[in-house]
């Protein structure tokens, strides 16, 4: 069984698992929807067995749930995702990536993604490369196209690569990336997007945050 579970039905919001591995506070389960940090995407938190997940990470290939205490090896546990965070930066993540493929088309191909961004349930950051000041109406402009987009309730579609199970896909019409995160099915979900000039992270080189409502 794939171990990305998350990536394969994101709507888990609870479920049972076997504990097969503790060191010290983190917790290895048998199978697991908990997503683990990357990609920019903070780890999530919640609950097994009633105790509380503060993270969840992934190291040498292996899920790992970082709790305030560890239950004991073997036992079932009843887990729950701490679903309000996780939609939240579900719909900023697809959210992330429609502003991303409008940044191109508005300001240019020379305006590229810097970095791979952060994204938890509060907003999106991510780093772009500008060779000229940044203009606030372009960016209203990507802004408007982006609320416009989202609310004609487009089908977003995440899967595995046929040619590599181990390639994870996100695609919304023409537009196509690789991507291990969460999404929702359709941009309807993403609701009302506002985009914000966020702290300089250096020349040639503007942030720009997103959120939601």
């Known amino acids: 069984m794939p171990k990305d579970l998350y990536f394969d ?28 940090q990357g990609g920019g995407q903070t780890g999530d938190s919640g609950t097994i067995g009633g105790a509380k997940v503060i993270n969840t990470i992934k190291e040498n290939g292996r899920i790992l749930h970082v ?83 989202i609310s004609e309730d487009r089908e977003i579609r995440t899967y595995r690569d046929p040619a590599n199970p181990d390639i994870l896909l996100w695609e919304m019409g023409a537009w196509k990336m690789q991507c291990c995160g969460t999404h929702p099915r359709n941009t309807g979900e993403i609701g009302h997007i506002k985009l914000a000039r966020g702290k300089k992270p250096g020349k040639g080189r503007e942030r720009i945050e997103i959120s939601i409502g």
């Not at 919001?13 to 917790?27: L, M, Y």
């Not at 409008?102 to 191909?109: A, D, R, T, Y």
């Open 9 to 36: 039905d994101p709507y888990v919001k609870e479920f049972i698992s076997k504990v097969v591995a503790v060191e010290g506070n983190n917790v290895e389960l048998e199978n697991t929807y908990f997503f683990p």
């Open 67 to 149: 709790m305030e205490s560890a239950p004991k090896i073997g036992d079932s546990m009843q887990c729950a995702i701490d679903w309000e965070k996780r939609y939240r930066k579900m719909r900023l993540h697809s959210a992330s990536h429609i502003v991303y493929y409008l940044m191109h088309e508005v300001f240019g191909g020379s305006c590229t993604i810097a970095s791979s961004g952060l994204l938890d349930e509060i907003k999106e950051r991510s780093d772009y490369l500008f060779d000229c000041p940044l203009d606030k109406a372009k960016l209203q402009e990507v802004e408007d196209r982006a609320n416009k987009l």
